[in-house]
């Protein structure tokens, strides 16, 4: 997902790539922290109240903890879909890179997603219940670059979801095909792939922002708290979720850099600022067609 800095951090948690350099040649009109200001408080107004940041009925709903098992293996198989599909969206993203450092920015993203974990100067603390010792150090930090981390097979973030859906009876061929994505979770998939892997830039960034805005917006911690209660269920104490609470301490990590990053953004590229506005709910219309469609499917199963 989606993160507007040339500082690396991790994860499908967010990040896309920097945003705080100047094009070349590219002259900016002078602006004012004032103008800075009025552009935030628009992008609260008419960005950052869209329902799937302030009201994802779906995650919710999940976060109770009410959730059968046929429910969680539904939402597993959807959320594998997205995971694997995202990778296409992130080297695309790569691909389409206007500078060294907005390529090495999105390839840090994408290189640790494949399973190379990332090493930090100075290691932020983290843990992970269900991560042996070994383990949780062959994942890496959770901030710092993968220049200086190892690849291990075992820390692709794929694999670790797949080592849930396995505890609960699904298995490799059941999981991130396209063909078992839902109507909604291929929509989001594409999305991903027209507006946060787009060849224009402020396309990109804003698509990006977005992302980034959604994903720090709580809803790691709404699907940790639904696991935690699920776990306290006999037939779940075991239940491997590190790809879900590893994903929440990234987001709890640089969630409070976003505002520093679009007014990095801001001051150092034309903005339009209407079209990066509209830009940014198409990208969380794509978002939340996905949780959307986890909620009709789990509903209809219900009836």
């Given at each position: 997902?989606?993160?507007?800095?040339?500082?690396?951090?991790?994860?499908?948690?967010?990040?896309?790539?920097?945003?705080?350099?100047?094009?070349?040649?590219?002259?900016?009109?002078?602006?004012?922290?004032?103008?800075?200001?009025?552009?935030?408080?628009?992008?609260?107004?008419?960005?950052?109240?869209?329902?799937?940041?302030?009201?994802?009925?779906?995650?919710?709903?999940?976060?109770?903890?009410?959730?059968?098992?046929?429910?969680?293996?539904?939402?597993?198989?959807?959320?594998?879909?997205?995971?694997?599909?995202?990778?296409?969206?992130?080297?695309?993203?790569?691909?389409?890179?206007?500078?060294?450092?907005?390529?090495?920015?999105?390839?840090e993203i994408l290189a640790?997603?494949?399973?190379?974990?990332?090493?930090?100067?100075?290691?932020?603390?983290?843990?992970?219940?269900?991560?042996?010792?070994?383990?949780?150090?062959s994942f890496g930090d959770?901030?710092?670059?993968?220049?200086?981390?190892?690849?291990?097979?075992?820390?692709?973030?794929?694999?670790?979801?797949?080592?849930?859906?396995?505890?609960?009876?699904?298995?490799?061929?059941?999981?991130?095909?396209?063909?078992?994505?839902?109507?909604?979770?291929?929509?989001?998939?594409?999305?991903?792939?027209?507006?946060?892997?787009?060849?224009?830039?402020?396309?990109?960034?804003?698509?990006?922002?977005?992302?980034?805005?959604?994903a720090a917006a709580g809803?790691?911690?709404?699907?940790?708290?639904?696991?935690?209660?699920?776990?306290?269920?006999?037939?779940?104490?075991?239940?491997?979720?590190?790809?879900?609470?590893?994903?929440?301490?990234?987001?709890?990590?640089?969630?409070?850099?976003?505002?520093?990053?679009?007014?990095?953004?801001?001051?150092?590229?034309?903005?339009?600022?209407?079209?990066?506005?509209?830009?940014?709910?198409?990208?969380?219309?794509?978002?939340?067609?996905?949780?959307?469609?986890?909620?009709?499917?789990?509903?209809?199963?219900?009836?």
């Amino acid at each position: 997902m989606a993160k507007i800095t040339s500082k690396s951090s991790g994860g499908l948690s967010s990040d896309s790539g920097s945003l705080g350099h100047l094009k070349a040649g590219l002259k900016i009109e002078e602006k004012s922290q004032q103008d800075f200001e009025h552009f935030m408080q628009k992008i609260d107004g008419e960005l950052l109240n869209h329902r799937v940041i302030t009201a994802n009925v779906y995650t919710d709903w999940f976060s109770r903890g009410q959730v059968t098992h046929e429910q969680l293996q539904m939402f597993i198989v959807q959320f594998s879909v997205f995971s694997n599909q995202f990778l296409l969206a992130q080297l695309l993203k790569m691909l389409s890179a206007d500078s060294l450092e907005d390529m090495r920015a999105s390839k840090e993203i994408l290189a640790n997603e494949l399973g190379v974990a990332f090493h930090a100067a100075s290691p932020v603390a983290s843990s992970v219940d269900d991560l042996s010792g070994a383990e949780q150090r062959s994942f890496g930090d959770i901030t710092g670059s993968v220049e200086g981390g190892r690849f291990h097979f075992r820390a692709a973030h794929f694999e670790l979801l797949l080592r849930c859906a396995q505890s609960l009876g699904l298995d490799f061929q059941q999981l991130g095909k396209r063909h078992h994505g839902t109507q909604g979770t291929l929509f989001f998939c594409d999305e991903l792939k027209r507006l946060y892997a787009s060849d224009d830039y402020q396309t990109a960034a804003a698509a990006s922002f977005a992302v980034e805005n959604w994903a720090a917006a709580g809803f790691w911690q709404q699907l940790e708290d639904g696991f935690s209660l699920l776990k306290q269920r006999a037939e779940y104490s075991g239940l491997p979720v590190t790809f879900f609470s590893w994903h929440n301490k990234l987001e709890a990590n640089h969630a409070h850099h976003t505002q520093q990053e679009l007014k990095e953004y801001y001051f150092s590229h034309r903005v339009d600022e209407d079209a990066f506005i509209a830009t940014g709910n198409e990208m969380l219309n794509g978002v939340e067609a996905f949780w959307r469609g986890l909620d009709l499917q789990r509903q209809d199963r219900m009836h």
